[in-house]
Structure formats: C-alpha cells, structure tokens
C-alpha cells in the first residue's frame, strides 16, 4: 500500500503544515504503508495554460516536475493533500498543481484512491482550506477520509493537532484496506461521473484520450 503526501508551504522543514503531514504519514507508515512525502514549493511546477493537450493524449506538454509528481500520485493508494491558509484558500503552489490535473477531474482520476487534507492557520480559517481540498478531492472521484487543521497562534493547537494527524494515517490505511465506502460522498461522486460521462461524449472526436479511457473503464 503507497501513501503520498503533497506539501505546498515555501517553509520548508520549518512548516507546521509539512509537520502535520509528516504526522499522518508516520501514521500511516507505523500502520503498515509505504510512505513519500513531496514538496510542492520546491519542485518546479507552472500554471496550467488551457491548452487542452492533456484531454487530448493524458500528456500535459510542459517540460517541469508536475508529470512525474503525478504518476506517482496516480500509482498511490492514499493521498494526502496539505497547504497553508493563503487568504482563506490554497497556497500559490498547491493551487498550480490542482490546476495541473485538468484531465484528473475528467477522468475522475482519483477513483478508487483514498485521501485526507491538512491545513494550518495564522488565525481560526483552517477548515475552510481542509474543506476546499477535501472537496476537490471527492470531485476528481477520491473518497475522503477526513482532515486536520491547526492555527498557529493558538497555543497548544499544533500539539492536539499532530495527535490527530497521526490517528487519521492509521485511519487512511484501514479505510483502504477494507475498501470502505462513504455513503455522504457519494451523490457527489455520482453527480460528477454523469456531467463528466456527457461532456466526454460530446467532445468525443477532439478528446481522444479521454474517450478512450472512459470506455476502457466501461464507464460510457
Ligand atoms: C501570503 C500569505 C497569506 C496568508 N493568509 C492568511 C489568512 O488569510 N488567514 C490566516 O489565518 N493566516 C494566513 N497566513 C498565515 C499562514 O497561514 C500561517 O503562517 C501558517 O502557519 C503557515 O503554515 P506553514 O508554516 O506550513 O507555511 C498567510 C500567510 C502568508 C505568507
């Protein structure tokens, strides 16, 4: 079982975000999973420009470290997503490679995967941030298992929070290994399966890869 944590802080060793995902994957890895954590503020990751390409050959063109990050979330049975509060959303840099997986959201590329979202505050805004990624992770397919948040200024939350996070990696690797279903998640998953079946349908001639991989999952 591989479970890979994503940290979008430019804090480097020292961010309280990257401690409450290394707390989840110690978790996880005291559980029995092989575990990689991957710093997004370090890799060289651009904005996705619309082109289009990735619906076209599951390929996104530009030459930067986004591909090979994504092959190793996609070759993953748990991911976990982490990133400041930046003006009650993402950082900068997790908002980059979100918007990198255009295809991912497509293709309801985290289908099967299970993941869980970290967030740390200056202030009290943390769980709107867990909330986003939690969010954008049920849209691309995955099932979410729960999330962890901190505020910095308040003594002692970090503490509580790290405890949490290391509960919620055992959490994430017995969710995977029982294959266990969120049945709140699932209007969600349902309603995005259909938009995305009818969008890949009528872009059928142009998305090439998109068509293709939909019907080789049998999902047309
Ligand atoms: C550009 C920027 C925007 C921020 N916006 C907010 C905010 O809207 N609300 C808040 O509570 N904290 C905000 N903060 C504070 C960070 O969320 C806080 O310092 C957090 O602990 C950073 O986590 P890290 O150590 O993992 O990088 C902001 C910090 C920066 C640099």
Redesign the pocket.
Known sequence: MKIIGLVA???GE?????RLVSAILDGAQKAGAQVELVDLAKARIGYCVACGTCYKTGVCPIPDEFNGIYARVKAADGVVWGS?????TVSAQMKAYIDRQADGIHCQMMDGKYGCAVS????P?FQEVVDYLNGVFVAMGGSVVGGVGAS?SNPGSMDTAEIKARDLGRELVKSIAERRVYPDQEPVHCAMRERFRHLVNLNKDVWAHEFKFWKDKGWL
């Open positions: 802080s430019p804090h020292q961010s309280s975000t990257r400041p509060d930046y003006f009650q740390v505050a200056g202030g805004s910095a």
